[in-house]
């Protein structure tokens, strides 16, 4: 059985322009402390698992309707079964989305050269240099590859969460000088979202508001 974590029917955000389904998968290797998504980061807080089983028929019933699936986590590269997983959604001939944090820059190449992904979402939490102090990442220089595929491949974009107090303008600024490759087209911002944090510390924050995201937006560029 191929176990996983959750499963939304439908979904109009996840997919930028899309109408999409999305599959949750687990664990995760990062610990970013304002991850909305700790029942799929830590042990102790996993329930049941969804199995594929109960999901497959949907999307097979409804593959017409939908734009597309969206593989998300946790971090969908460390699931044991993502490669089958996505063999079966290739199957019904439904395009697949892949969020990843960018640590399996292998898997994700090989991924998309064999057509089971057809466009990846890679996040860039900070600084490669802050990664392991903040997100308890210990090799940021996966995460630089797996951004360097998908700039040169065109085949997805770049995305950061903006968390007050930490993404100043500055911050984001010093992000985008390091990639040469990130545009206005293939580099977006994204709110935090407080209220169910890995670390309860960052419920106490602001979310950004779209104003605030979109001034940032253009600032960094300028
Ligand atoms: S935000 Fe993403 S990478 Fe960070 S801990 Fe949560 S699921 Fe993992």
Same mark, same amino acid.
């Given at each position: 059985?191929?176990?996983?974590?959750?499963?939304?029917?439908?979904?109009?955000?996840?997919?930028?322009?899309?109408?999409?389904?999305?599959?949750?998968?687990?664990?995760?290797?990062? =610990?970013?402390?304002?991850?909305?998504?700790?029942?799929?980061?830590?042990?102790?807080?996993?329930?049941?698992?969804?199995?594929?089983?109960?999901?497959?028929?949907?999307?097979? =019933?409804?593959?017409?309707?939908?734009?597309?699936?969206?593989?998300?986590?946790?971090?969908?590269?460390?699931?044991?079964?993502?490669?089958?997983?996505?063999?079966?959604?290739?199957?019904?001939?439904?395009?697949?989305?892949l #969020?990843?944090?960018?640590?399996?820059?292998?898997?994700?190449?090989?991924?998309?050269?064999?057509?089971?992904?057809?466009?990846?979402?890679?996040?860039?939490?900070?600084?490669?240099?802050?990664?392991? #102090?903040?997100?308890?990442?210990?090799?940021?220089?996966?995460?630089?590859?797996?951004?360097?595929?998908?700039?040169? =491949?065109?085949?997805?974009?770049? =995305?950061?969460?903006?968390?007050p107090?930490?993404?100043?303008?500055?911050?984001?600024?010093?992000?985008v000088?390091?990639?040469?490759?990130?545009?206005?087209?293939?580099?977006?911002?994204?709110?935090?979202?407080?209220?169910?944090?890995?670390?309860?510390?960052?419920?106490?924050?602001p979310?950004?508001?779209a104003?605030?995201?979109?001034?940032?937006?253009?600032?960094?560029?300028?």
């Open positions: 059985m191929i176990a996983c974590a959750g499963f939304n029917k439908l979904s109009l955000v996840d997919w930028p322009g899309k109408v999409a389904a999305v599959v949750f998968l687990r664990p995760c290797n990062f =610990r970013c402390p304002w991850c909305h998504n700790p029942d799929l980061v830590e042990p102790s807080r996993f329930t049941a698992p969804v199995p594929v089983e109960n999901i497959l028929p949907y999307l097979r =019933r409804y593959r017409g309707m939908l734009d597309g699936l969206v593989v998300t986590g946790g971090e969908p590269t460390l699931f044991p079964d993502l490669t089958l997983l996505l063999s079966l959604v290739h199957e019904l001939g439904l395009p697949v989305k #969020d990843t944090n960018g640590s399996h820059p292998e898997l994700v190449r090989r991924l998309l050269d064999e057509r089971l992904v057809d466009t990846v979402a890679v996040d860039y939490k900070l600084p490669l240099r802050l990664y392991e #102090d903040l997100v308890n990442a210990r090799n940021p220089e996966r995460v630089a590859e797996t951004i360097d595929i998908v700039l040169d =491949r065109g085949c997805g974009h770049v =995305r950061t969460t903006v968390v107090g930490l993404h100043t303008r500055e911050l984001l600024a010093e992000m000088r390091a990639f040469p490759g990130l545009n206005q087209n293939n580099y977006r911002l994204q709110p935090f979202r407080p209220g169910n944090c890995l670390d309860p510390k960052y419920n106490g924050l979310p950004a508001t104003a605030e995201i979109e001034r940032l937006s253009k600032e960094i560029w300028t």
